[in-house]
């Protein structure tokens, strides 16, 4: 199933959504049983774009965001978090995921 060459030892990091979790546990278990080290950890950053006053309704809005994403990344039409934010945020996840990484662990 996994290649022998494949890393020892695989971090994965998950949004603390429950969907995303319970995926996150079967493949890490998968990871598991293929004799990896796959320690879990949950990220709030990774939680889905915020979508202001648009949450919890049709998505038929969602393209005027996105050309006011590609205007300025900065914009929060309809209160929507700034794609600049988002990426700020994940950003920040990757580098400390980064800095949390052992030499000689994988």
Do not use: N
């Amino acid at each position: 199933m996994f290649k022998k060459t494949a890393a020892k030892r695989v971090v994965m990091v998950s949004s603390d959504f429950s969907r995303a979790k319970q995926t996150a546990q079967l493949f890490a278990q998968a990871l598991r049983k293929a004799g990896r080290i796959c320690p879990l950890r949950i990220a709030k950053e990774l939680r889905e774009r915020r979508f202001g006053s648009l949450e919890a309704d049709s998505d038929a809005r969602y393209p005027e965001v996105w050309a006011q994403d590609r205007h300025d990344p900065a914009a929060r039409p309809f209160g929507v978090e700034a794609a600049q934010a988002v990426q700020r945020r994940t950003s920040r996840l990757v580098a400390k995921c980064f800095a949390q990484a052992r030499p000689g662990t994988s």
